[in-house]
Structures are given as structure tokens and as C-alpha cells.
């Protein structure tokens, strides 16, 4: 619990139908604070760097097709127990098991093609954060 920082994507499918300002509003509504943010297109050997995590899985490829595909959002967010609550405020991975109200219910539009990413702990919020942005990209 306390202050903490976690690492979120909005991912191709919701760029692409112009969701950032939405997605953004649901995580700030939500009580997260956004300390730092850029606009990118990911290599196909980024995205296959980031979720190494997930190499071995059958869906590895398609994942990483789909998130070097179009632009992605990368997002620090602050806030009271940040990791969980950002999870919460995107909802289950799968949209079809998302609660009412969250980012995934509303705006996913598949299993794979789920708008958001956000860090499952605070040791990878960490590593995906370090990835990402340099320590003076960290403004909030
Ligand atoms: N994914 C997929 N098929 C699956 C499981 C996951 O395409 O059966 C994709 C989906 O975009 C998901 C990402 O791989 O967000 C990472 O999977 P993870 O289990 O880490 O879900 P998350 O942490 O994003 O909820
Ligand atoms: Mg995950």
C-alpha cells in the first residue's frame, strides 16, 4: 500500500479509434496521476522484448504483431496502491469477464485487442518503467 508507480499502454486498437483522451479520463477519475507519457510506434522487436515475459506463450505472436501494429500510449501513473488500482480501472483481460464501468467493458474489443496494459506487481511496474522512460521523463 502507500504511493506507487505503475507502468500503462493504450494499446493499438484504442489509438486507432481515437480513445486516448477517454482512457485517460477513466484512469484519472480513478484517482492515478499521470507523471509521464509518450506517444510511440514499437518495432516488432520492442514489443517482443517487453513481453518476453510471454515468449513461450501461443499467443505470442499475434501479441506482438498486434502491439507493433499502430501507436501506443506509454504512461507512468501515480497514485494510493497504483499497481492494483489500475488493474481494477481496466478490468479482466478478457473484456467478456470485465466489470461494468471499466476500460475493457467498455472499450476492448477482444481477448487480444484490449485497449489497455497495466503492470501486475510492483517489481514489474518497476522493470516495465525502467524499459521505457529514463528517470528525468518522470515529471509528476
Ligand atoms: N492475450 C491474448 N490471448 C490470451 C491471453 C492474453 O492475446 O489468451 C494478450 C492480451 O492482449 C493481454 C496480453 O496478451 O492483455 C498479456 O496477457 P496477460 O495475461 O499478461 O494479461 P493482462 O496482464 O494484460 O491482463
Ligand atoms: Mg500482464
Not at 505503475?6 to 480513478?30: C, Q, V
Not at 506517444?39 to 506463450?57: L, N, P, Q, S, T
Not at 479482466?92 to 469477464?97: K, L
Not at 503492470?119 to 521523463?137: K, Q, R
Request: charged share 25%.
Amino acid at each position: 500500500m502507500g504511493i506507487e508507480r505503475t507502468f500503462s499502454m493504450i494499446k493499438p486498437d484504442a489509438t486507432k479509434r481515437n480513445l486516448t483522451g477517454k482512457i485517460i479520463a477513466k484512469l484519472e477519475e480513478g484517482g492515478l496521476r499521470v507523471v509521464a507519457s509518450k506517444r510511440v510506434h514499437w518495432d516488432r522487436a520492442m514489443a517482443e522484448k517487453f513481453y518476453g515475459i510471454h515468449a513461450d506463450k501461443p499467443f505470442f505472436g499475434e501479441l506482438t504483431e498486434f502491439m507493433s501494429s499502430g501507436p501506443i500510449v506509454m504512461q507512468v501513473l501515480e497514485g494510493e496502491n497504483a499497481v492494483l488500482k489500475n488493474r481494477e480501472i481496466m478490468g479482466a483481460t478478457n473484456p467478456a469477464e470485465a466489470d461494468a464501468g471499466t476500460i475493457r467493458k467498455e472499450f476492448a474489443q477482444s481477448l487480444g485487442e484490449n485497449s489497455v496494459h497495466g503492470s501486475d506487481s510492483l517489481d514489474n511496474a518497476a522493470l516495465e518503467i525502467a524499459m521505457c522512460f529514463s528517470p528525468d521523463e518522470l515529471v509528476g
